[in-house]
């Protein structure tokens, strides 16, 4: 059992940055692949990034590569996403998840646990 607990959300302006980050409880969080998702209002959940349970194979969707760097820190229990240059379009509740695997995956479904989300907001 994993219980995921994210911080960091906040209101931003466009341009600006804001670090995620996702505490973790529970056993063996080093043998997880962990995730970041986000869902704007009116819009299904999407993946954002990802990393290998290693720490040594990170992931990103399209819309946030080179501008949001996902890491991970084992000695904490915690992953976090950086996110720079941020967009309107980036506005979203943000959701950290645990995927008891050694590489992630891009669907919510292969994820066991997930956080409550923090939200992101993003001014023009």
């Known amino acids: 059992q994993v219980q995921l607990v994210e911080s960091g959300g906040g209101l931003v302006q466009a341009g600006g940055s804001l670090r995620l980050s996702c505490a973790a409880s529970g056993r063996a969080f080093s043998s997880y692949a962990m995730g970041w998702f986000r869902q704007a209002p009116g819009e299904e959940r999407e993946f954002v990034a990802a990393i290998s349970f290693s720490g040594k194979s990170t992931y990103y969707a399209d819309s946030v590569r080179g501008r949001f760097t996902i890491s991970r820190d084992d000695a904490k229990n915690s992953v976090y996403l950086q996110m720079n240059s941020l967009k309107p379009e980036d506005t979203a509740v943000y959701y950290c998840?645990?995927?008891?695997?050694?590489?992630?995956?891009?669907?919510?479904?292969?994820?066991?646990?997930w956080g409550q989300g923090t939200q992101v907001t993003v001014s023009s």
């Open positions: 998840a645990a995927d008891h695997a050694p590489y992630p995956g891009a669907t919510q479904n292969e994820y066991e646990y």
